[in-house]
């Protein structure tokens, strides 16, 4: 008796090739991580698993259409300029409001207090989405809402993590009656504990607690911030707020293609 055989078709073969070309290709510009500026051929080996001779047909193509470059004996290389143009589209299409909304809505639905989304704006940031606690007794400040990044706790996680010129911090505090030394301190200790707090700082008996958020160049790009009144907001229930907007905060940087720096 003859046994069937099944005829491969051709082209089948052909597009299945092409798909894993694509994936490979994919794979290995995804093996660049935050602070790989250059990786040998034998880093990307270890990355991807992919054979040298395989290796460097992709990385060929790459580099033909600018999503690597090359450069140096041994030879590195390091993401192109068409990665950059690539990345700077998708960004100028984000609608961070819109992003954030379902962390907001967790940390909403979590604290039953105000929580509100910050982004800066040179010394200052910006209130750019609020969701207002349910509760009677509440505060709120409103979308457009700006203030100092030396006051309260929302600017605090944003200006712990900003690369500062020397005398810029004095400049920003100029005119508030910041006590510097204090100001430092506290930005240090957001820097170890992943958040900022506060206590009648802006607000009589209110007390705030923001955690920072990072974009796809590693930068800060805002805080998330929750605030509510000091007769249900007890100091020990404001640190489990936040380590809690620290895992939202994280979640938010992983959506816009970034990575926070090590604690």
């Known amino acids: 008796m003859e046994q ?32 790989d500026t250059e990786l040998l051929v034998s880093d990307l080996v270890q990355r991807v698993g992919l054979s040298r001779p395989t290796l460097y047909r992709l990385l060929h193509t790459l580099e033909k259409r600018g999503f690597v470059t090359s450069s140096g004996e041994p030879q590195r290389f390091r993401l192109g300029p068409a990665v950059a143009r690539l990345s ?14 379902p962390v907001m809505q967790a940390a909403w639905a979590h604290t039953s207090e105000t929580v509100a ?55 920003w505090a100029a005119g508030t009656a910041t006590d510097l030394g204090w100001l430092r301190e506290q930005m ?7 958040y900022a707090m506060g206590h009648n700082e802006l607000i009589q008996g209110a007390y705030a607690v923001a955690a920072p958020f990072f974009d796809g160049q590693g930068q800060v790009a805002g805080s998330l911030g929750v605030f509510g009144p000091d007769v249900r ?23 816009l293609g970034g990575a926070a720096p090590p604690a």
């Open 4 to 35: 069937a055989t099944e005829e491969k078709n051709p082209v089948q073969e052909k597009s299945a090739e092409g798909v894993r070309a694509v994936e490979r290709a994919l794979d290995l510009l995804a093996a660049f991580g935050p602070g």
């Open 88 to 101: 700077h589209v998708w960004t100028s299409s984000l609608d961070l409001s819109a992003l954030a909304r």
């Open 117 to 171: 989304l910050f982004v800066p704006r040179g010394p200052m940031r910006l209130c750019l989405a609020e969701m207002p606690s349910p509760q009677p007794l509440s505060f709120r400040r409103g979308v457009g809402y700006s203030e100092r990044l030396v006051r309260g706790a929302s600017g605090r996680a944003i200006l712990a993590h900003q690369s500062l010129a020397p005398g810029q911090l004095e400049s």
């Open 188 to 194: 240090a200790l957001t820097r170890e504990r992943g």
């Open 233 to 255: 907001l007890t100091e020990e229930r404001v640190h489990e707020i936040g380590l809690y907007l620290r895992t939202q905060a994280h979640r938010l940087t992983e959506a």
